[in-house]
């Protein structure tokens, strides 16, 4: 489990934090200071609790709806807390930068948002994250909160990782908290829900890479060393080490490095551990996600890292588009911009998801969250 | 007048630009790939066309309505191409990186945009920008296309600059074209929206820090050098010098040095050109804009230069909401994201816009372009 790193509270200008150039006050207070002007920028969508802190819809809890929580380590704005809103979460709960929210703020969180429906907790796969969902989901249900817990587990970059047992939770999360989100607002029972989502996750795959580095406050340094001609292909939300490092590329052949090894990825099995409402015990289920196929139709999410431009992204996209017309992919819809950051970190991700009409309805309704907002 | 700078088409990993390390291509193709992304994202809401390049609604012309053209340099993303859309631009011309579009653009757009109802230029004040505008507003008028040109000049930052005299536009410009654009949508005629627009200019002001340079593809270097512990205060959108450089400062004492010389400055005269459709002829308009005063409402946008992520964007407005709150002036409305960049510059800006009843209307309507959506 990752704990949080404390700190003293430095402030810019004094000692070694002064090459540190950021939009912040005291260290100490980054996240909160954060969370304090999203609160003041959207109070009729979201409200911010503090100690344990938390974000939920402005209208939490909503009666009858199944509610959606997520989280996770800050530094990846505007992922999860900027998309709470109508149409995504209910709650978020977000950590110190980069280290695990802890158990505490995901029950105050579920107590928070439960409308008598239940609540979904989705959850990226790091084991800090992991671990404290499952004591959040064991104290919820012993409060009467019918509870369910899915993994996202999507980045083909590695198998394992640091802090991380299989596959890192990347960029399909975004994309199961809009789907499975709309179909919460629609109707969908908890089971439904939990269902839902477990196939977004079966259905998506990822792959990130990285220009830069970057510097967690706290740290005041960058968290790895990039030459002045290099890249991270396969790199981490966290920094964490890929597949390899790589003199710079063209933006055509880091497009393919990362979409090949989406579309060409092999069948993925694993075990996960889901919540048993009826039993009130963890159980395993065997997943195998198979790969994409040609006659496949898309959603395509091209994702800057945090300091990458989103011009830029449209030029990865153009070559996204013609690597997946030669797989025999169609992408039909699409998503691009800076989602799940990594602090100022440049590069980019890929993540490709096989659509089905659910999906797609899904996909399509309406959603009002600082973060993501159309049709609303 | 900005002549397009020329260079070799360099791969990267080349001589001297292996260690720019962008999501680009050759050189001479990134305005280029962006756009044929751009166009391959966006087919329900965009078109693209290529020598001369332009942007226009996918819908285009829309007859009976006043079509809106706004350009620029590229590497200001998604200003301008990304602003085209239902409730928006009717077009946009994007010349090379940080340089003019060139008068044919501009012609050739406005001929494929008007409806008969006429064509508004917003154009933001740069002298190769207010000069290519107003040969194609000539350009336009002699072939029958009722014409109007509003100039943005919004930067409280400094008095002249390298490549404007004046006062530069920078994030009015966004906000501008929100407003305009709902009301060109809803029936508003041609001088109607230049009232309208003129005035938006006139209540909004802005100012911009630089936390990084960024580099433009074709020179392969920072635009200017900036020290490990140093910022610059009130930057131009294409790295122009400002006001001065700092040391490092905090968020809260960054947000102070913007927002004070916003809401401190004083009324600002100058004398702009418009056209007249009536005389075919340009005459000349002195026009004040009145200092902000306490009670009133306004448009608060903190912009992200590109490189800076939304969390830290946060940190500025939530001490932003605290000083304005100090003068008696109340934020109705926000924007806070990457909207006016530049290239991957770190830093930010503030545009504060006085705000009346016309303008919470047009800018509380249904929007849905690619860099801004709501309502649709």
Redesign the interface.
């Known amino acids: 489990m990752l704990t949080v790193r404390k700190s003293a509270s430095l402030?810019?200008?004094e000692g070694v934090n002064?090459?540190m150039?950021?939009?912040?006050?005291?260290i100490d207070d980054?996240v909160k200071?954060?969370?304090?002007?999203?609160a003041?920028?959207h109070p009729d969508v979201l409200t911010v609790h503090y100690e344990p802190n938390f974000v939920v819809r402005a209208d939490a809890p909503v009666q009858g709806k199944v509610a959606l929580v997520s989280g996770g380590g800050?530094?990846h704005?505007?992922m999860h807390g900027?998309f709470v809103g109508m149409g995504m979460l209910d709650g978020a709960c977000p950590g110190e930068v980069f280290t695990s929210p802890t158990p505490d703020q995901m029950y105050e969180c579920a107590k928070a948002v439960d409308g008598g429906a239940g609540v979904l907790f989705l959850v990226k796969n790091y084991t800090g994250d992991v671990l404290n969902f499952e004591t959040a989901a064991e104290l919820a249900f012993a409060d009467g909160i019918k509870v369910q817990s899915i993994l996202i587990d999507d980045d083909v970059a590695v198998k394992d990782s640091l802090y991380t047992a299989g596959r890192r939770g990347v960029g399909t999360t975004v994309l199961a908290e809009k789907i499975v989100g709309a179909a919460a607002e629609a109707g969908y029972s908890l089971e439904q829900c939990a269902d839902l989502c477990r196939k977004v996750n079966q259905y998506g795959r990822s792959m990130g890479m990285a220009?830069?580095s970057c510097i967690v406050p706290a740290a005041g340094k960058p968290t790895f060393d990039l030459g002045?001609?290099e890249?991270e292909i396969g790199i981490g939300i966290h920094g964490e080490p890929g597949q390899k490092r790589a003199?710079?590329?063209?933006?055509?052949e880091?497009t393919e490095a990362l979409a090949l090894e989406i579309i060409d990825d092999g069948p993925y099995s694993r075990t996960v551990r889901e919540w048993d409402n009826a039993s009130g015990e963890w159980v395993e289920k065997d997943l195998v996600d198979e790969p994409f196929q040609s006659g496949d139709e898309v959603i395509a999410f091209v994702n800057s890292m945090?300091?990458?431009?989103?011009?830029?992204?449209?030029?990865?996209?153009?070559k996204l588009?013609e690597i997946c017309e030669g797989k025999g992919i169609k992408i039909v819809r699409?998503l691009?911009g800076?989602y799940i950051?990594s602090?100022?970190m440049?590069g980019?991700s890929i993540t490709l998801l096989k659509a089905d009409e659910e999906i797609l309805k899904f996909w399509d309704a309406p959603v009002?969250t600082?973060?993501l907002?159309?049709?609303?």
């Open positions: 402030n810019l200008g002064n090459k150039k950021k939009l912040i006050n005291a980054v200071e954060q969370l304090e002007g999203m003041a920028a800050s530094g704005e505007p900027g220009i830069t002045d001609d890249i003199k710079m590329m063209t933006a055509d880091i945090g300091g990458t431009p989103v011009a830029e992204l449209y030029a990865v996209y153009r588009v699409n691009i800076p950051t602090l100022e440049q980019c009002n600082p973060g907002r159309w049709g609303a």
